[in-house]
């Protein structure tokens, strides 16, 4: 999810941090996002936890991520700091704590450092590209998929020959590391200003507001839910390695990235609604697909075709969002209430596998939130508004 500012506003002279640590910050962000999906199993048997267990630590992450954005302070290098010290002591507290309650705790400290530096590098690096600000942005975001898709490569490499404690505490020590490297960037240098609302904003009316809060809540919920338990659901229902289960989340990364590449032609020669109903539609019918598969190879089929036609949403939502120029508050709560749904669905898929024996039933509710997407997206306006004379 990506936040962008519509001024640019003066900086100083010796731009701080340096991009090179943006995008180093953003690989550690997409791999903080992705990361308790690949490793999900590993903490089920060493934990002794149930589906709704795991449910509870995926929602204590996306809380933490909703709140950090929602609360990025107007001085962007404090939110910088704020959020890489809250990354390094909360995946910290994941690594070292026992139990379940210290664990949760963490992640969501976690999650709330990741939600402050997602924002806040977003809107810093929107103010900085004076020109070609969508082709800056998307470079930037491309370091955070990346480093989302390292995220199952790494945990299938590295944790059959570590421990998974030992893995964990490294990546706390690499947040750690890029703060240290921020303040020594950070010395002497003239804080940003805070960023003001753009001339031609005229502000979302509430419906429209409340239409496009929930089309971000149930994507949030359908990505992270999918992307969330896809290594558990394979190693159960397809592959009985832990390893190849991983690489199915690997796909699903996959499928995402090239549809994004794709999605840039398409929404040359369609409408963002049309582009935007047909991969919705697609995602419900490939997600029932899914609940329905019993082989490894149609569960690695699903999770690439998954990703392919849930990639436009994104572009297309945010392109049909900044027609109807919302005020920069607006946009910032748009983007932040997707950690909702990323918070709620995967932990309503571990209490309704709990409570029925079976994870594919559980796939019912992002089944039913790609069906409520499409209906929401229904209830877009024809056309984007005028500006006020």
Partial sequence: MTFVATNPLPYSRRPAPSALWMHLAFILTGLGTLLLGPILPLLTRQWHLSDAQGGLLFSAQFYGAFLGGLTVSR????????????????????????????????????????????????????????????????????????????????????????????????????????????????????????????????????????????????????????????????????????????????????GLTAGRAASSLLLLRMGEKSLLRLSLALAAAFTAALALAHAAALIAAFAILLGFVMAPFVPATFSLLLAERPSARQAGIVIAVSAIGAAILPWLMGVVSTHTGSLQISLTLPFAAALALLATSLALPATPRSPSV
Avoid: D
């Avoid at 929107?126 to 942005?137: F, I, K, M, N, V």
């Fill in 75 to 254: 001085h962007l290098h404090r939110s910088m700091v704020v959020g890489m010290s809250a990354a390094a002591l909360g995946f910290g507290i994941f690594a070292l704590a026992p139990g379940v309650a210290l664990p949760a705790c963490g992640l969501f400290i976690g999650g709330y450092g990741l939600g402050q530096l997602i924002t806040s590098i977003n809107i810093l690096a929107g103010r900085r590209a004076t020109e070609h600000r969508g082709s800056a942005l998307a470079f930037l975001n491309f370091s955070w998929s990346f480093g989302a898709m390292l995220s199952p490569l790494l945990a299938a490499w590295l944790t059959p020959h570590y421990a998974l404690r030992t893995l964990l505490a490294l990546f706390a020590a690499a947040f750690l590391t890029l703060l240290a490297v921020l303040l020594l960037q950070l010395k002497g240098t003239t804080p940003e200003l805070a960023a003001v609302e753009a001339s031609n904003s005229i502000g979302l009316s509430p419906r429209l507001f409340a239409i496009f809060c929930t089309l971000l809540i149930l994507y949030g919920g359908l990505e992270t839910s999918l992307g969330g338990w896809l290594t558990t659901f394979s190693l159960r229902y397809g592959s009985r390695s832990l390893l190849l289960s991983e690489y199915t989340l690997v796909l699903l990364l996959a």
